[in-house]
């Protein structure tokens, strides 16, 4: 499957932004998707996942509660949501696909990943 991300943007603290997630292939309704972000200097991290039919979501702990994952099978897309942006969002984004969810950065594939800039 490939992944392609878009959506990024220069925003202020407290503003939104919506993600998307553009998948190729007829399987995207199988895979599990993942949302990451990489910050300069830092370790690719978890933001979300999302199973394949939508049942099971997890957060991580530092946008749980302002960002909400879903995805579209018949689009085959998935998104972000990202409410009440905060400076420490700032990353490059990244979308990825596997048969589960991991907190690790070792899922299967990955897009190409859109940058996300939050101004105070």
């Known amino acids: 499957v490939q992944l392609q991300a878009s959506g990024g943007g220069l925003v202020q603290a407290g503003d939104s932004l919506n993600l998307s997630c553009a998948a190729s292939?007829?399987?995207?309704?199988?895979?599990?998707m993942g949302w990451f972000r990489q910050a300069p200097g830092k370790e690719r991290e978890f933001v979300a996942g999302i199973s394949w039919s939508g049942d099971f979501i997890h957060y991580a702990d530092s946008v749980k509660g302002r960002f909400t994952v879903s995805r579209d099978n018949a689009k085959n897309t998935v998104y972000l949501q990202m409410n009440s942006l905060k400076p420490e969002d700032t990353a490059v984004y990244y979308c990825a696909a596997d048969q589960w969810i991991r907190l690790t950065s070792t899922w299967a594939y990955w897009g190409q990943g859109t940058q996300v800039t939050v101004s105070s």
């Open positions: 292939g007829r399987t995207f309704s199988t895979y599990t």
